[in-house]
């Protein structure tokens, strides 16, 4: 069953602590985009990366990072230096042609920070 | 750097009359565009791409580069039609190539 898989759904951590969002895709995509959805603000850009071990900043790249070690696997972490990391996390994935960029999404991962 | 405004949060129509959701982008290259809808309950998924110039559940979308716009349109919203549309943006050249920003979505309700 082909597709983008986050985990978890849902994730609570304490203010101050690192956290690892997981989104993995077997669709042998290139391109993978992270995403943070806030009400009244639609998605906003965190990272993106166009090939295995190339990441480049979004819009929003701050208290946030990224690794590409794996084609199929784009985790982010959301650190400690966010400051206001309670969202809606979505990961995406295309092709990584501009000519065909349909982009799948995954289900989301909602972040709360307590 | 690039930029995709939708000005509406939200628009409400009744079955059977016309619906256009606004989208306007700043770009300095030429641009590649999409929208995307979710449905309640879905994930957010391709609904049309303006490179392809084709109508999906009766949705069409026109570039106009004169008016750096990419406005949604159908002539008679469903129901069925009511979710959330996000326009994007995907640079197709230079040093963002592939980077693929969003709106702010609209909010679109049908009403019976």
């Known amino acids: 069953d082909g597709g983008i898989t986050q985990s978890p759904k849902y994730l609570f951590r304490k203010e101050g602590q690192n956290v690892t969002l997981s989104c993995e895709q077997n669709?042998?995509?290139?391109?993978m985009y992270w995403y943070r959805q806030d009400p009244g603000q639609g998605l906003r850009l965190i990272y993106y990366s166009q090939i295995v071990n190339d990441f480049q900043k979004g819009d929003i790249a701050e208290g946030y990072s990224v690794s590409r070690e794996k084609k199929e696997s784009f985790p982010l972490t959301v650190t400690s230096a966010q400051k206001n990391p309670t969202a809606f996390y979505l990961c995406?994935?295309?092709?990584?042609?501009?000519?065909?960029?349909?982009?799948?999404f995954g289900q989301g991962t909602r972040l709360t920070v307590v | 750097a690039q930029r995709v405004t939708q000005p509406e949060k939200l628009l409400s129509v009744f079955k059977g009359a016309p619906v256009e959701l606004k989208c306007n982008y700043s770009y300095s290259g030429s641009p590649e565009l999409f929208w995307y809808v979710q449905y309640s309950r879905q994930r957010l998924q391709l609904l049309l791409r303006?490179?392809s110039r084709e109508s999906i559940k009766g949705f069409t979308a026109d570039l106009n580069k004169g008016e750096t716009s990419f406005h949604l349109k159908k002539p008679f919203a469903q129901e069925e039609d009511s979710a959330m549309y996000y326009c994007a943006l995907i640079e197709a050249g230079g040093t963002s190539y592939g980077k693929l920003t969003f709106g702010q979505g609209t909010i679109l309700t049908v009403h019976p």
């Open positions: 303006h490179i």
């Open positions: 669709l042998n995509h290139d391109a």
């Open positions: 995406a994935s295309t092709l990584g042609d501009i000519t065909n960029t349909e982009a799948f």
